[in-house]
């Protein structure tokens, strides 16, 4: 009797070449990757709200500035002083890729003359793509202050 043949039959017995899976493992492969691209796009759509909130963020302190020192110079002394109307729309057409209106308002203290102040307050919504991160509207905003120059 050759014991080594007993061996390598009693080793080949059940034996599965590589790659393949028990009744209970079929399709767990599948169920893997579904959870790891769910996980992958939570993380990603969560990525793009922020971003997208920090970025309207940003831009309302930028606007404010900008706008405020835009009217600061174009007071009552000047050819065509402004209204406030124009600091709406000087601040809506640098408004790029955000997609609700941009609120804006303006308060000249006492009036546009110089040695006034003009303070601008600009506020967005942000709205949410998919409500992963931020789950309701979020409201971002900022205010500046100058002195009439002109």
């Not at 992958?40 to 900008?66: H, K, R, S």
């Not at 007071?75 to 065509?80: E, I, L, S, T």
């Not at 890729?97 to 308060?107: E, K, M, R, S, W």
């Not at 006034?116 to 905003?141: D, E, F, M, R």
Request: charged share 15%; with cysteine; hydrophobic share 40%.
């Amino acid at each position: 009797m050759n014991v080594r043949n007993d061996k390598s039959a009693q080793r080949g017995k059940g034996h599965r070449g590589k790659g393949h899976r028990g009744k209970g493992q079929r399709g767990s492969g599948l169920i893997e990757g579904a959870l790891c691209f769910s996980a992958f796009l939570f993380i990603t759509f969560g990525v793009m709200e922020f971003a997208m909130a920090i970025y309207a963020y940003n831009f309302c302190g930028y606007a404010a500035q900008d706008a405020a020192r835009w009217a600061s110079a174009r007071g009552a002394n000047y050819p065509v002083p402004v209204s406030s109307t124009d600091v709406q729309n000087h601040v809506a057409n640098q408004a790029v890729g955000l997609t609700n209106t941009v609120t804006v308002t303006t308060t000249w203290t006492p009036d546009n003359k110089p040695g006034s102040t003009v303070q601008v307050t600009v506020k967005y919504a942000v709205v949410p793509l998919t409500g992963v991160t931020l789950h309701a509207n979020l409201q971002v905003g900022s205010t500046a202050q100058m002195i009439i120059s002109n």
